[in-house]
């Protein structure tokens, strides 16, 4: 989205998922971050926010509560920004989920020595994070 400031006719531009700005609004993320789900509970889809403040491999997953892998929503190497990812509530099969809390875990690794689909064995792991969603059919 762009507005335009009356005062002094400047022009800002920011896009989300490797945020870029022209003018002084330049903002990339100070800190890595998983913010939670929204809406949660959520039926039949939610959205979820993370920050890199710098280029990663990122994976990005969903577990039941018993910690079996669901969905895997990212894994690839990201930039810096905020960054946006959608579960429509079905597995990687496409099989609908049923109703229950399940895991979202993040997982950023330092992409200097990966190939660009993986990091290297041994990466630097630079955040884990998780959240409990809540999918309510």
């Known amino acids: 989205s762009g507005n335009k400031n009356a005062d002094n006719d400047t022009l800002s531009l920011k896009i989300r998922s490797g945020t870029t700005a022209i003018g002084d609004d330049l903002h990339l993320p100070h800190a890595f971050a998983l913010h939670q789900n929204y809406p949660n509970p959520f039926n039949p ?9 710098l ?16 969905r895997t929503l ?8 905020t960054h946006t990812a959608h ?22 690794s330092d992409p200097s020595a990966g190939s660009g689909q993986r990091p290297a ?5 630079l955040l884990v994070q998780m959240r409990k969603i809540v999918l309510a059919r």
């Open 45 to 53: 889809s939610t959205n979820i926010d993370f920050e890199l403040p």
């Open 55 to 70: 280029r990663s491999f990122v994976q990005l997953a969903i577990y039941n509560i018993r910690g079996q892998l669901v």
């Open 74 to 81: 990212i894994s690839a190497a990201l930039p810096p920004g």
């Open 87 to 108: 579960w429509d509530g079905r597995d990687d099969r496409g099989v609908d989920m049923a109703s229950g809390v399940y895991l979202l875990r993040l997982q950023a």
């Open 121 to 125: 064995a041994g990466a630097r792991q």
